[in-house]
């Protein structure tokens, strides 16, 4: 046992894809499989931690019973990690469920603050942001219910997707429009699942991918990765699967393009105040220039099917040594950042 995980633990909350069998896909696509918790869970425990996994969502009750117990005794407050996995579904405020929560307790967790975390989940807000610190981004629009009559001041073709979903949720073949109409269709029947859609112009080229790993002003970037689907298809939601991952990731950029992209990836995270690990997407135009996509602070580790594992092995280790440094990560920012102040507070401070 490492020295530094001894007497230590982490509880492991997570929402498990396979637990809510009548949930339709889409509200649980970004949840990660029974078998990848079981791996991560291993994986914790072979670092030298007692490990537990907590699904929130299918006992209330016992989560908070173990938060209980964390919080009751200054020792095991000091010495235990949320490892976030927590997704949920129809919220912009889903994936800072546990974050939130653990900041407000005072207890260490893995991943970016709520804040951090409710911003990447609005991709259109995430784009302004990285435009204003010249990354660049296609042109776009946000649309709802109430603007999408109006029409886009934008250029054909364009590509139209929901604008708080991950997972390539919502994503299929027609998702790329040629003309108002086929818009005003496209747009109709996504209206009827999502409140609010990104609307930007569309972009032909390769699908990239990048990990940044680390904490404000020690971020790392991975190298980064081109995203290959079968037969060419569009990296929708049909692609993402919980058993394997079809997609294959290259690392076969040039040496030029991959700088910039890592570059422009620290920076955003750095604007965001983002926290241990993310990836940020990034799609090229017609003539292989890249522009930002999306960012994800929550991205898959699945050992089986997420793209983020795939990118820390290149260069910076085995699956097994990316959770550690993500733990290490939690621990390092609980002790310094000033976030956690008003819930280490003690009662008789």
């Known amino acids: 046992m490492s020295p530094k995980c001894k007497n230590k633990t982490v509880l492991l909350v997570a929402d498990v894809y396979e637990s809510f069998p009548k949930l ?23 670092l030298g931690y007692s490990v537990k996994i907590i699904e929130p969502q299918l006992s209330k009750h016992d989560f908070l019973l173990e938060l209980q117990k964390v919080i009751s005794q200054p020792y095991n407050q000091s010495n235990t990690v949320l490892f976030n996995l927590v997704e949920g579904f129809n ?18 967790h893995t991943g970016s ?61 027609d998702n790329i429009v040629g003309n108002t109409a086929s818009l005003k269709k496209k747009a109709k029947e996504l209206l009827k699942k999502y409140d609010d859609l990104l609307l930007e112009e569309y972009l032909p080229g390769t699908d990239l991918t990048v990990g940044i790993i680390g904490n404000s002003g020690r971020f790392r970037a991975t190298k980064v990765a081109s995203v290959y ?37 620290i920076c955003l995270c750095e604007k965001i ?11 090229c135009d017609s003539f292989g220039k890249p522009y930002f996509l999306e960012l994800n602070l929550t991205p898959g580790l699945s050992y089986y099917y997420s ?9 910076y280790g085995t699956y097994s040594q990316m959770i550690d440094e993500i733990l290490d990560l ?14 280490k507070i003690k009662k008789n401070s």
């Open 24 to 46: 339709v896909k889409f509200q649980k696509q970004e949840w990660e499989s029974k078998s990848s918790i079981l791996f991560l869970h291993d994986t914790i425990q072979n």
């Open 307 to 315: 793209s983020f594992p795939i990118c820390y092995q290149h260069p």
């Open 229 to 265: 689907c079968p037969n060419n298809v569009i990296y929708g939601e049909f692609i993402k699967g919980k058993g394997d991952m079809p997609e294959v990731l290259k690392f076969d950029i040039s040496p030029k393009i991959e700088k910039e992209i890592q570059e422009y990836s």
């Open 330 to 343: 939690a621990r390092k920012e609980f002790k310094t950042h000033p976030r956690f102040s008003y819930g």
């Open 91 to 108: 919220s912009r405020n889903r994936e800072g469920y546990i974050p939130a929560i653990a900041e407000f307790l005072g207890i260490s």
């Open 113 to 173: 603050d709520a804040y951090a975390q409710n911003i990447s989940l609005d991709k259109y807000l995430t784009k302004q942001i990285a435009k204003q610190i010249n990354i660049p981004t296609a042109h776009s629009l946000l649309l709802d219910s109430n603007t999408i009559l109006q029409g886009p001041k934008l250029r054909f073709p364009l590509f139209i997707k929901p604008n708080g979903e991950g997972s390539s949720l919502g994503i299929k073949h």
């Open 273 to 283: 105040g983002v926290s241990g690990y993310a990836r940020v997407d990034w799609k």
